[in-house]
């Protein structure tokens, strides 16, 4: 069975950067959608950004295009998420997901098609 690991979250004042990473594990093929979706407390979840894994075509949402870069490995296992420029209302808890279509996978929901990991908690202060 697919697992997602990520890493990198942490504490930053506005201004700082943060490089988020994800590990894709098991499974019988590599997605063809990896990326990052984010939940603040007492909002809805929020797709950030994804990526074609056959050809790293990218899809962020417009709250972020400039600022956050994502990206993959040469194995196309493993994505990252470099967060520039921070500011507070970054703060959430971020999710790396993978599914089969894309940018859908980031989602978040059942409707995606996708499955996601743990969570890293970013925490920007102002």
């Known amino acids: 069975q697919a697992q997602l690991q990520e890493s990198g979250g942490g504490s930053v004042q506005a201004g700082g950067s943060l490089r988020l990473s994800c590990a894709h594990a098991?499974?019988?093929?590599?997605?063809?959608?990896m990326g990052w979706f984010r939940q603040a407390p007492g909002k809805d979840r929020e797709g950030v950004a994804a990526i074609y894994t056959g050809d790293g075509t990218t899809h962020y949402v417009d709250s972020v295009m400039g600022r956050f870069t994502i990206s993959q490995d040469n194995t196309k296992s493993a994505v990252y998420l470099q967060m520039d420029s921070l500011k507070p209302e970054h703060t959430a808890m971020y999710y790396c997901?993978?599914?089969?279509?894309?940018?859908?996978?980031?989602?978040?929901?059942?409707?995606?098609?996708?499955?996601w990991g743990h969570g890293t908690q970013v925490t920007v202060s102002s």
């Open positions: 997901a993978a599914g089969p279509r894309f940018p859908i996978c980031i989602l978040g929901t059942s409707a995606g098609a996708g499955y």
């Open positions: 098991g499974g019988t093929r590599s997605p063809s959608c």
